[in-house]
């Protein structure tokens, strides 16, 4: 009888390290809708939406630096979403994944551009941002799908 308690008692503990090792589905939505988010407000209002506003002529000259600084800044936790999503198990989250590239890639060509290449508001500066809202877009989309909005509120 004893050994059976232990048994019971050392299955119990695998099942939940097992449980508490792996995030539940309300975790993986707050996760995931704190990168949309991100990507929509940092990366894009705050970052190259203003950069192309600026070469616009509709910021001072003054506000170049702190949008470039806040860009930079904002681009520090992208990393650690790559890694996020990457570690991604479940199969479903499969076509995100891809998304997640598409845009993640566009992110690193533009502001590999802006280095290459600093904003200017003389009417000769192009930052082509098409292709960065249409991969956000299809993430945002993807989101939609699985339904992780359902766990923000």
């Not at 299955?11 to 939505?29: F, H, N, Q, R, Y």
């Not at 190259?48 to 930079?72: C, M």
């Not at 800044?73 to 076509?95: H, N, P, Q, V």
Request: hydrophobic residues 35%.
């Amino acid at each position: 009888m004893k050994r059976f308690f232990c048994i019971l008692l050392c299955g119990i503990l695998v099942l939940s390290m097992t449980a508490c090792g792996k995030p539940s589905e309300e975790d993986i939505g707050q996760k995931l809708y704190e990168i949309d988010c991100w990507l929509a407000m940092d990366v894009w209002e705050n970052g190259f939406r203003q950069i192309v506003l600026y070469s616009a002529g509709e910021k001072e000259e003054e506000e170049l630096g702190d949008i470039l600084q806040g860009l930079s800044d904002s681009l520090e936790k992208k990393e650690e979403y790559e890694k996020y999503i990457g570690a991604l198990e479940d199969a479903r989250y499969d076509t995100l994944k891809e998304r997640w590239g598409y845009v993640s890639g566009e992110i690193d060509k533009l502001h590999a551009s802006i280095q290459e290449d600093p904003p200017r508001c003389d009417g000769s500066y192009a930052l082509d941002t098409m292709m960065y809202e249409y991969y956000s877009n299809t993430f945002w989309d993807e989101l939609s799908k699985l339904g992780i909005y359902q766990y923000v509120g």
